[in-house]
C-alpha cells in the first residue's frame, strides 16, 4: 500500500476499513477455524508417531477420530490401560487440554508416554485440529 493510495481515501473510508479490520466478529469467522486447524495439525506431529487419524485404525494408541466429545477409553479393538478406561473422563475440551499438559498428573497409571503441550495457544490450536476431526 503507498502513500498516494492512501492519500485518496476519504477518511470515512479509513475508518470503515479499520473497523473492519479490528472487528472481533471476523475473528470468528470459519476461515480463522481452519486457519487454527491447520496450526493445530502442525502440533500433532508430535502425536501422529502413536495416533492414526483414520476411524477404521489403531496405531500404538487409540485412533483419535471424533475425539472431542467422546468418553476415554472406548475405542473398540484397542487395549487401553485400566486407568484409563476407569477414568470417568469425557473428552471434553477442559479434559483435553489437562490431558495434552500432562497426562500422567491427570490420569495416574495411563499407558501414553508423557507429554506437555503447555501454551494455551498451542492447545486451542491442537483442539481445534481434533474438533475438525469429528
Ligand atoms: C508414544 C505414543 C504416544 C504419543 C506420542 C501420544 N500418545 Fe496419546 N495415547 C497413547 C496411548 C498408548 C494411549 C492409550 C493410553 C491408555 O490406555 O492409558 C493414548 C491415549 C490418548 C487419548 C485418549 C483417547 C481415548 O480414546 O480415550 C488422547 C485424547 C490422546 N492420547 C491424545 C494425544 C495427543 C493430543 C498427543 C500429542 C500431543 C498424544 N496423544 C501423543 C500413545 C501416545
Not at 476519504?10 to 473492519?20: Q, Y
Not at 496450526?39 to 500433532?44: E, K, L, Q, R, S
Not at 477414568?87 to 490420569?107: I, M, P, Q, Y
Request: aromatic share 8%; net charge negative; proline share 5%.
Amino acid at each position: 500500500m503507498n502513500n498516494r493510495w492512501i492519500a485518496a481515501l476519504s477518511p470515512s473510508a479509513l475508518v470503515a476499513l479499520t473497523a473492519l479490520v479490528a472487528s472481533p466478529a471476523l475473528y470468528a469467522e470459519g476461515s480463522d477455524q481452519e486457519a487454527m486447524a491447520a496450526a493445530g495439525a502442525a502440533v500433532f506431529h508430535q502425536c501422529e508417531a502413536c495416533h492414526t487419524l483414520d476411524p477404521a485404525k489403531n496405531g500404538f494408541g487409540p485412533n483419535l477420530h471424533g475425539v472431542v466429545g467422546r468418553e476415554a477409553g472406548t475405542v473398540p479393538r484397542f487395549a487401553y490401560s485400566d486407568a484409563l478406561k476407569n477414568s470417568g473422563l469425557t473428552w471434553n475440551e477442559e479434559n483435553l487440554r489437562k490431558w495434552v499438559a500432562d497426562n500422567e498428573a491427570l490420569v495416574p497409571g495411563t499407558r501414553m508416554r508423557h507429554v506437555s503441550v503447555t501454551d494455551p495457544v498451542e492447545q486451542d490450536y491442537l483442539i481445534a485440529f481434533l474438533k475438525s476431526l469429528n
